[in-house]
C-alpha cells in the first residue's frame, strides 16, 4: 500500500532557529542527567538548548511515532479507518517487549490499535498495524524510511515498526524535534491519544493499563508524546506541553531526553527542561497571521500596493525581559512588478535582538496583484525609465 509523503511544511520545522551564542545574557540550559537532550520552542520554531543532537542513537519505541505518523496519514486519506477491524498474526501475537496481550482470535478496531501502541506502547498492536496499513511488516517499514527522507530526517534508519533493538536502527536528537513537531503540526485531530492516562483493550490484563509518560500525571499541561526503553538506548522520553503565554496564546514546548538512567530520571529531566524553557524565555508575538507586515507599492499592477506577510503568525523566544530589544526590517528588491502570486516570496523579514541578529523568515504575497492594463503597463514603464 502507497502512502502520501508529506514535504510541503519541512521547512519551517527542520530548519530550527538557535539562539545565536553572541548574546551574553542568552540563558544557559540546566544540567540533565542523560546521554543527549533537547528543548524546542515549537511555537517559535527555535532550539533552546541543546547538546549531542547529532549523535546516533537508538530510539526504542520512540520508533513508534513513525509508524503512528505514517498510520494517521493513512486514516487521512481514507486507506484504512478507526472502526476498521485488523487481525492479529502470529507475528503480532509473539512480539516481545512490551504488549497490549491481543491474540489470533481477535479482531481488534484500529482506534483501539492506536491506543494500544501509544498508551501501552504494545508492540503487538504496533506489528498488526504495520501489516494493517504496508501489507507487510517489511513493506511497512520500507514506507517508514521513505517518510523519514521526505521529512529531513538525515541520520535516521528503520529496521522495523516497533523499536526492538536491531542493529542499524538509528536516530539522532535532531530528527526526532522533525517527526515530533510534524506529528503535531499535520495531525491535529490525533494528537488526543498521546494524554490517555490509562486505557486496557477488552479481555487483556487489567494490570497493564497505565502510560508510561509518567508526567501526564504529575505537569496538567503535557499533553504527550512517547516513551522509550531497552537496555541499549536508557529510558527515553518525548515530552509536549502548552501554556497559555499573555498576548501570544498557547505556547508549546518540546522536551527531548534520551538515554536517562530510569522512568522516573527521564520524566525529571524532562520536567526540569520544559520548566526552564517557559521560565528562561519570553515568547513574543510581533505580527498575526495572514497580516500585511509591509505594504510595498506594485509597478505595472491593477493594485498599487502589495500586501506582504506570512501565513503563520511571527513568533520569536527572547530570553526573559528581552522583548523590548527585538526589532524587525524587511529586506526586498525593487522595483516590485506586477503579476504576483499569493504565496510568492518577495522579501525578508529580518529579526534581530539587542542588535544581534536572531532569525530571517521568508515574506510572501498574501493576494494575488495582477498585470495592470497595456496603457497602466507602458505609462509604468516610462516612469521606471526616468526613476
Not at 363 to 372: G, H
Request: charged share 20%.
Amino acid at each position: 500500500m502507497n502512502t502520501f509523503f508529506r514535504t510541503c511544511a519541512a521547512p519551517l520545522v527542520a530548519l530550527f532557529v538557535w539562539l545565536p551564542a553572541a548574546f551574553a545574557q542568552a540563558p544557559q540550559p540546566p544540567e540533565i542527567a542523560a546521554r543527549s537532550f533537547m528543548l524546542v520552542d515549537v511555537t517559535a520554531n527555535q532550539v533552546l538548548g541543546a547538546r549531542d543532537i547529532d549523535t546516533p542513537v537508538e530510539p526504542a519505541s520512540l520508533t513508534k511515532l513513525m509508524t503512528q505518523y505514517i498510520v494517521f496519514d493513512a486514516l487521512r486519506a481514507k486507506k484504512i479507518d478507526l472502526k476498521q477491524a485488523l487481525p492479529v498474526s502470529v507475528r503480532a501475537w509473539k512480539m516481545e517487549g512490551s504488549r497490549m496481550f491481543i491474540d489470533p482470535a481477535m479482531k481488534v478496531p484500529v482506534d483501539d490499535l492506536i491506543k494500544g501502541m501509544i498508551v501501552q506502547s504494545g508492540n503487538d498492536a504496533t506489528i498488526a498495524l504495520a501489516e494493517g496499513v504496508g501489507g507487510t511488516v517489511e513493506r511497512f517499514v520500507e514506507l517508514m524510511n521513505q517518510q523519514a527522507k521526505a521529512l529531513g530526517m538525515k541520520n535516521t534508519t528503520y529496521k522495523n515498526p516497533e523499536g526492538l533493538t536491531v542493529a542499524g536502527h538509528t536516530t539522532t536528537a535532531r530528527d526526532l524535534s522533525i517527526l515530533s513537531t510534524r506529528i503535531m503540526q499535520d495531525f491535529p485531530e490525533y494528537l488526543s491519544y498521546y494524554s490517555i492516562k490509562k486505557y486496557r483493550y477488552e479481555g487483556t490484563p487489567t494490570s497493564n493499563d497505565t502510560n508510561r509518560n509518567l508526567l501526564l500525571f504529575r505537569d496538567p499541561t503535557v499533553d504527550g508524546l512517547k516513551t522509550g526503553h531497552t537496555d541499549a538506548a536508557g529510558y527515553c522520553l518525548i515530552a509536549t506541553a502548552k501554556r497559555d503565554v499573555p498576548n501570544v496564546g498557547q505556547r508549546r514546548l518540546l522536551a527531548i531526553v534520551l538515554g536517562a538512567t530510569s522512568e522516573n530520571a527521564r520524566a525529571n529531566e524532562a520536567q526540569k527542561l520544559l520548566n526552564w524553557g517557559y521560565t528562561a524565555y519570553d515568547s513574543v508575538k510581533l505580527f498575526d497571521a495572514n497580516q500585511a507586515i509591509v505594504t510595498p507599492q506594485v509597478w505595472k499592477g491593477a493594485l498599487k500596493t502589495a500586501k506582504l506577510g506570512r501565513t503563520q503568525p511571527v513568533v520569536v523566544a527572547v530570553p526573559a525581559g528581552a522583548g523590548p530589544k527585538v526589532k524587525t526590517q524587511v529586506a526586498r528588491a525593487d522595483p516590485l512588478l506586477a503579476p504576483l502570486a499569493a504565496g510568492q516570496q518577495v522579501g525578508t523579514l529580518k529579526i534581530t535582538v539587542a542588535d544581534q541578529p536572531l532569525v530571517d523568515l521568508p515574506l510572501f504575497v498574501l493576494e494575488p496583484v495582477e498585470q495592470a492594463g497595456w496603457l497602466s503597463r507602458s505609462w509604468d514603464t516610462v516612469r521606471l525609465w526616468i526613476k
